[in-house]
């Protein structure tokens, strides 16, 4: 495993991997790396000859009063995993590296118009024009032939999928299923933040998703009904915030009719203290 610091050196080097033939396999991530990442890289090494993940911290994706300070972060365990994990290149560059007046803030970014606007976007405002821009300037690095994203991040994924089809970037994106803790909830670095109490708590979330997904097997499809099922649900449990709770279409992040008659993905924004867990789940009849 190679570790690289700079935009060229990587050029450089993956340059000689494409000119002996070899696909690149690209896993974007901001490190305190999890199973859940690990998994990530697994796909791609498993689609592609070569794969490169990327550690880095994206400050255009945390507004003023978020916690970019306290993100978590371990670097040396974080190049452990990888290099167990057989991984060919790490790239973790400095935050002036990626955004070069050190400001960690650009004169260019994308945005990805309603998508990046609603849910998600609408309590975190210019967070996924964030995510957009940093995720575009890796595959301009890059160049990767496919890159491998966590379906935990769902709205994410849908921003990214846009984006490359709108920007007719020539990369394919896939969504790998979320990876689970034994007791359900989502791996996720955030959850290293959480105290002994709100780890504990926080498993109200698989526990709401699995009674959405009972009701629509019951043959519930009343949208009202199955939200109205997850917040009272959500709401048992004292330690937890709820922000949010939508039952949107599952292709395209749209409001769906009261009735359900496709997939529709349920999603749950829950704080616990200061840190805010989101997580999926598709349901299906």
Known sequence: MQLIRTIADLRTALRAERSA?????????????????????????????????????????????????????????????????????????????????????????????????????????????????????????VQPDKAFFGEKDYQQLAVIKRMVTDLNQPVEV????????????????????????DRAAAIILPQAMQLAQTLVDQGERSVSVLHQAVLDKLQQEARGEVEAVDIRDAETLAETAELLTAPAVLLLTVRFGKTRLIDQHVLRF
């Open 174 to 197: 896939f969504g790998v299923p979320t990876v689970r803790e034994p007791d359900g909830l989502a791996c996720s670095s955030r959850n290293s933040l959480l105290s002994a109490e």
């Open 21 to 141: 033939g070899k696909t690149v396999g690209f896993v974007p991530t901001m490190g305190y790396l999890h199973i859940g990442h690990l998994t990530l890289a697994k796909h791609s090494q498993l689609n592609c000859d070569v794969t490169v993940v990327s550690i880095f911290v994206n400050p255009t994706q945390f507004s003023p009063n978020e916690d970019l300070a306290q993100y978590p972060r371990n670097l040396p365990h974080d190049l452990k995993l990888l290099e167990e994990q057989g991984v060919d290149y790490v790239f973790a560059p400095e935050v002036d590296e990626m955004y070069p007046d050190g400001s960690g803030k650009t004169s260019t970014y994308v945005d990805v118009g309603d998508l990046s606007s609603i849910l998600m976007g609408a309590l975190r405002p210019n967070h996924f024009r964030g995510v957009a821009t940093v995720v575009s300037k890796l595959f301009n690095i």
